[in-house]
């Protein structure tokens, strides 16, 4: 059995990362290390990821990324088989740094070089975690992404549907926004709603009328917007329990349009018969405890599997892209020097 070796770099948005996995062939893989440079603070004042500062600060911080995983993993570059590497869709300047850090890393080495696309890293990570046999369903919940996916291998998915227009956690973000909660909005809103009551407020349940897998979360904001303009006005500004109330009604359409759309989602996945269904849930999103029960029921309604990574592997890291890059590698892709940054790149 062949075992192999990946070293993995991720900068397409506001984390740098580096991290190595290993496979020995009909085995789990192994994460030996992963390596995550957050950039939160550096964007902070700004309410949301400057490209330019963010590309700055990956193209400084990808070579201590690499050398901490390397260092972290007790391994030398000589020991690797390939450098894998995000090559879109992201930011562009982000991505770019990334690329060039790892071409040069493949020039000098002679390291085969391989190009990962950042959703299927995010796809492919419950195979990397729990070992899941293709197919499954995937749905992919963040601050940037949101669709449902059926996994069939390592670059065969078949996109059932997503947003048309915000990510949820975008949503969580700009919810806390503006009822002046602090950053990132999903755990402050999460814990806001925990205390309100989700009935108070009728949010949109936005395309739920439709039989299809598509979403939309930007009328929600608006919706916020206007009831809280409301009670300003009534009342001259928002108690505590007016903006957990809030909350509460805005984390419940979310729950129950996800649930209602993994509902259709996993019906389509049903008809191809799969021998264990298995639906995975990734992003930054799925650690919200209110839409992961809710999820959890709707797979136990219909008989499949619920599984969902660990949080460190759920949110933007390296190890999804090494290990996304070592089933590439195994299939006998390989990219050469001219592998080119990709600000767009739909699976
Ligand atoms: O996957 P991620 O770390 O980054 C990308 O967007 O790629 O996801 C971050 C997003 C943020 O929008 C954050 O508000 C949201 O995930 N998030 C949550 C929760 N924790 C993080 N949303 C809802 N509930 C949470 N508990
Ligand atoms: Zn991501």
Redesign the pocket.
């Known amino acids: 059995a062949q075992t192999l070796t990946i070293l993995g770099l991720e900068s397409s948005?506001d984390?740098t990362a580096a991290a190595v996995v290993r496979q020995t062939e009909g085995e789990p893989a192994q994460v030996l290390s992963s390596i995550v440079h957050g950039q939160t603070e550096l964007h902070s004042a700004y309410g949301g990821v400057v490209p330019e500062i963010a590309a700055r600060a990956h193209a400084e911080k990808l070579d201590i990324c690499v050398r901490q995983a390397l260092e972290e993993a007790g391994l030398e570059l000589a020991d690797l088989d390939a450098i894998a590497v995000t090559a879109g869709p992201g930011l562009i300047g982000g991505v770019m740094s990334g690329v060039m850090c790892a071409k040069g890393l493949s020039a000098a080495t002679g390291l085969p070089l391989i190009g990962v696309n950042h959703l299927a890293g995010h796809a492919l990570t419950p195979r990397l975690t729990d070992a899941i046999a293709y197919p499954y369903l995937m749905l992919l919940v963040?601050?940037?992404?949101c669709q449902y996916l059926i996994v069939h291998g390592p670059e065969q998915f078949t996109r059932l549907g997503g947003t048309i227009d915000d990510?949820?956690?975008?949503a969580?973000?700009k919810t806390?926004r503006l009822l002046g909660l602090p950053?990132?909005?999903?755990?402050s809103?999460?814990a806001e709603a925990r205390e309100g009551d989700p009935d108070r407020f009728r949010f949109p349940r936005p395309l739920l009328d439709r039989p299809d897998c598509n979403l939309s979360f930007s009328g929600l904001k608006t919706a916020l917007m206007r009831m809280r303009d409301q009670i300003v006005a009534e009342k001259g500004g928002l108690t505590r329990q007016d903006r957990a109330d809030l909350c509460a009604g805005f984390q419940q359409a979310i729950v129950e349009t996800l649930a209602e759309k993994t509902r259709r989602a996993l019906s389509r996945y049903m008809e191809e018969n799969p021998p264990e269904p298995v639906v995975a849930v990734a992003?930054?999103?799925a650690?919200?405890?209110a839409?992961r029960s809710a999820l959890e029921s709707v797979c136990a309604e219909q008989g499949a599997k619920f599984t969902a990574p660990p949080h460190s592997l759920?949110?933007?890291n390296a190890a999804m892209i090494a290990y996304a890059g070592l089933e590439r590698f195994r299939t006998g892709a390989r990219d050469g020097l001219d592998l080119t940054a990709r600000p767009r790149w739909p699976l």
């Open positions: 948005c984390d963040s601050g940037g992404h990510a949820p956690g975008e969580f973000d806390a950053q990132p909005g999903g755990p809103v999460e992003g930054g999103v650690a919200n405890t839409i759920c949110t933007d």
